[in-house]
């Protein structure tokens, strides 16, 4: 069966018939590892694909092989050593293939982990450099008839771990049915993958990964903010305070995950460095270095004199990145450094073009607009990159984010600009929709000239859909058309993310994900989806097609759920009525009980057929986390209503804007009864969801020519217990009884200023929200405690009328304005947060919109009138 073909080819079976064996290296030419089992899984992977096609292949070690036949010879064997000698200098994940004779060679870089046992993460295993299951991936692809198009792996596996599943019967894997295969006779390929990393969490290593260029770390610490894992606040906080930053007079307190340092500090520094060389002496062969997120300059004089930069904060960070780079090149040679280039350090140095040799450049953007600046740098060892495809902006990670057309393009330009490493913040775990993505996104590494979508979707819809493949081909090519515009332009870091306003700020471009989403899927194309869908399903052939096709169908009813949910709230808000409130209502409880339903048999129920893990709902995912009750990066449905309780809404009065006069006053401004008696109250409106007996809450304003003067006055539980003492004052206390205030005073403005007091009149809290510019800064949209503004409390409890007031002065100053005339408008909006038992809170706000609970959201305040 080995005889030449008639274009001199080397056939591997024919008629159901093989003369080979696949020869793996004999047990004890290398060390019991990991490695053992990926060789022993990869060669069951190329036997099942034989075996799929009706032929019976033996797998043997290379001493009990049949001289008189050829052979596939996987790994370092010693075959392999004598005939392509240079595949034991392979680096990375590269491997070579050749024919040599009758025989065909197929050996990578198989290297175990550098890391001790004691060294590795939990969450990421040693993970080995197993090139030759890269290498037999790609030969299969190439040449049996294989496609790798789902995970056929549970997270934190290997290679070795597929011992554990049916690979033949597996609907991740699609053995095309070829009566005969055949090989070039000159067949010989050296090749390195173009990424040495191309990671996410959660990370794998299975037969799908690695045939989508899909790489864990091995031995290599990347992408990371690492001053906090040099520097633990929980360590050096109280023992060391001046290691911290210096801000508003007040070493910084360190909540966790957002520690700030003083840079200039030489123990901060040398602690920075020792931390790498200690990662190096633990094995591992490449680390990172970066700022904290959400940096905070430290105001010391001694920060301010650092490197002679001022107040560029950025080029202070180079310079000193730059040293510790040039520190461990002499101490630590063979280690190399990826430093991050974000926020602060997206801008290039500017007082030096060169970094040492061992340093590489990881970009957090990957557009053309974040390359281009580096073209002119010398950067030894490359770049990295740090792609956002699936971090989602104003939709859910539960829904598409990007096209097959993104990743063509992106691929193309990541590889002419020679990256090196990926980093993908955000995973993409929707098989189901968008599959073809994550298949066209990987084989795009594999040649970023040659192929392209147009072949690589088709590719992919043939072998998993077969007689359903064209209307899969209509299903995807509708939902990419709806989405194209987010995943072009609108999704994070797109070149329509955000815009510059006509007076130079940065702002976002979508705000509020109601209209996004309804703009991404109107009626007509959720329709025309269900029939491309219905259609598909009704062609179904195979048992893997039909569990292919029964997660395609549960991640769009999610979808389809969703999008219902949007538009009916947006006819709820446009009439206002009893029969749209009903549909909106009678939608979300659909909802919810369909997202109910994937969790009936337990916390996840397996997808229908024989996964090997679970897709949707994505592991460690509750049915609150699919409620979208917790709000993520860029992900603000929390107070949405999408967790409105229904039966409380049923009967619920409707809220809407507000406008509250602002009485001038000359005299002093006190607690007593006789100061407000004739100013106009507001009440507040309870919004969802609803927990006891709805308590009396209330705003009054006056002024004068220096300051507003707010009255908020709160009813008491009958059993209220004395006031506890405050909270720091970077602490929000929206967990405890408190008052809260917002007041953006200037029109056309992003300023917004929050003021926060507790029933005890030492709780207090005060943020500045707007002041952060910069769209990827996690504090952008967000309170930022490191304002301290002036401003003073009066707190009175009356325990016979049950009432708790807080006369909240505050300056005009402390908002930078000036103070107001008559007719002025501000917008503000006023709240009351009161709990009633463990987890409960009620919370009631003067300004708000139907259902709508969200403190924070600048379109639901009201007005402040000056008279």
């Not at 864990?216 to 001046?242: M, N």
């Amino acid at each position: 069966m080995h005889s030449q073909s008639a274009r001199g080819e080397l056939s591997l079976w024919s008629a159901g018939k093989t003369d080979y064996q696949i020869v793996l290296p004999d047990s004890g030419s290398q060390p019991a590892t990991t490695l053992t089992g990926s060789l022993q899984q990869t060669a069951r992977m190329l036997q099942t694909a034989f075996e799929a096609n009706g032929v019976k292949v033996p797998v043997v070690q290379e001493s009990q092989r049949v001289l008189s036949k050829p052979g596939i010879y996987l790994g370092q064997t010693k075959y392999a050593a004598q005939q392509v000698p240079d595949a034991l200098r392979l680096e990375g994940w590269g491997y070579v293939q050749q024919v040599v004779g009758e025989n065909v060679i197929i050996a990578g870089h198989d290297v175990p982990s550098r890391l001790p046992p004691g060294s590795k993460d939990r969450r990421q295993p040693g993970w080995d450099f197993v090139g030759t299951a890269k290498g037999a991936a790609d030969f299969a692809r190439e040449h049996l008839g294989v496609r790798f198009l789902y995970p056929d792996l549970p997270s934190y596996s290997q290679v070795a771990d597929a011992a554990k599943v049916d690979l033949l019967n597996s609907p991740a894997i699609e053995f095309l049915k070829r009566p005969a295969t055949t090989v070039p006779r000159d067949l010989k390929v050296r090749h390195t993958p173009l990424l040495k990393v191309n990671t996410s969490h959660p990370a794998s290593a299975g037969f799908y990964d690695l045939s989508l260029n899909r790489f864990p770390r091995v031995d290599s610490l990347f992408g990371g903010h690492t001053w906090a894992r040099a520097i633990p606040p929980e360590q050096y906080s109280k023992s060391h305070p001046e290691y911290f930053a210096l801000v508003n007079g007040e070493r910084q307190s360190v909540p966790a995950g957002n520690a700030q340092y003083c840079l200039s500090n030489p123990e901060v520094q040398e602690l920075i460095y020792q931390d790498l060389v200690r990662q190096l002496e633990n094995g591992y062969t490449s680390v990172d270095l970066g700022q904290p997120d959400g940096y905070q300059e430290c105001q010391c004089k001694e920060c301010r004199a650092l490197y002679g930069t001022g107040n560029d904060w950025g080029e202070k960070i180079w310079i000193f990145n730059r040293q510790v780079a040039e520190r461990l090149l002499k101490s630590q040679p063979q280690g190399r450094i990826t430093m991050m280039s974000y926020i602060l350090t997206a801008r290039p140095p500017q007082t030096f073009k060169a970094f040492p040799a061992n340093v590489n450049i990881m970009l957090t953007g990957t557009n053309e607009t974040d390359i281009a600046p580096w073209r002119d740098y010398e950067v030894p060892g490359g770049f990295s990159g740090y792609v956002y495809n699936w971090c989602p902006n104003l939709v859910t990670r539960y829904t598409p984010m990007r096209t097959p057309g993104f990743v063509e393009t992106q691929v193309k330009r990541l590889a002419e600009n020679k990256t090196q490493s990926l980093l993908r913040d955000g995973p993409g775990q929707l098989f189901g929709l968008e599959g073809p993505v994550y298949y066209t996104m990987g084989r795009m590494f594999d040649d970023p000239v040659g192929n392209s979508a147009a072949k690589l979707v088709p590719e992919f819809c043939e072998a998993a859909f077969g007689s359903s493949a064209p209307a899969m081909l209509s299903f995807y090519d509708r939902l990419y058309h709806a989405i194209n515009l987010y995943s072009d332009h609108i999704g994070t870091r797109g070149d329509a993310w955000s815009y510059q306003t006509y007076d130079g700020r940065r702002r976002k471009t979508v705000t509020d994900p109601f209209p996004l989403i309804a703009f991404l899927y109107p009626p007509q194309i959720l329709a025309a989806l269900e029939n491309d869908l219905a259609l598909a399903e009704s062609l179904a052939a195979t048992p893997k097609v039909k569990t292919r096709l029964a997660l395609v169908r549960t991640e769009f009813e999610y979808l389809r759920h969703l999008a219902k949910v949007v538009h009916l709230y947006q006819a709820f808000v446009l009439l206002a009525d009893a029969p749209s409130r009903d549909q909106l209502l009678n939608a979300i409880d659909a909802r919810n009980e369909a997202i109910d339903a994937l969790y009936k048999k337990g916390p996840r129920t397996k997808s229908a057929g024989d996964w090997a893990q679970v897709f949707f709902p994505f592991s460690g995912h509750s049915a609150e986390h699919l409620r979208l009750a917790y709000d993520g990066y860029q992900e603000p449905f929390a107070n949405t209503c999408f967790n409105w309780d229904t039966k409380s809404m049923r009967g619920a009065p409707l809220p809407g804007k507000k406008r509250l006069p602002v009485a001038a006053v000359s005299s002093a401004v006190t607690l007593e009864p006789s100061v407000w008696a004739k100013v106009e109250e507001a009440d507040f409106t309870r919004v969802p969801p609803f927990n006891k007996v709805p308590r009396k809450s209330s705003v009054r304003a006056l002024y004068d020519k220096t300051n507003l003067y707010l009255l908020l006055t709160s009813e008491q539980e009958p059993d209220a217990k004395p006031p506890l003492p405050g909270a720091r004052r970077e602490q929000p206390l929206g967990d405890k009884e408190s008052v809260d205030i917002y007041l953006a005073p200037q029109a056309g403005q992003e300023l917004a200023y929050r003021f926060m007091t507790g029933i005890h009149p030492t709780a207090r809290y005060d943020a500045l929200n707007g002041a952060v510019t910069d769209v990827m800064d996690p504090r952008h949209g967000k309170d930022d405690p490191a304002f301290k503004g002036e401003w003073e409390v009066q707190s009175r409890t009356d325990v016979a009328t049950r009432t708790w007031q807080a006369l909240v002065t505050i300056p005009f100053k402390t908002l930078g304005a000036a103070a107001p005339a008559a007719g002025t408008i501000w917008r503000a909006n006023f709240a009351r947060n009161h709990p009633v038992m463990r987890d409960q809170i009620d919370r009631y706000i003067w300004s708000s919109a139907i259902g709508n609970g969200n403190m924070n959201d600048r379109s639901l305040f009201g007005d402040l009138e000056f008279r």
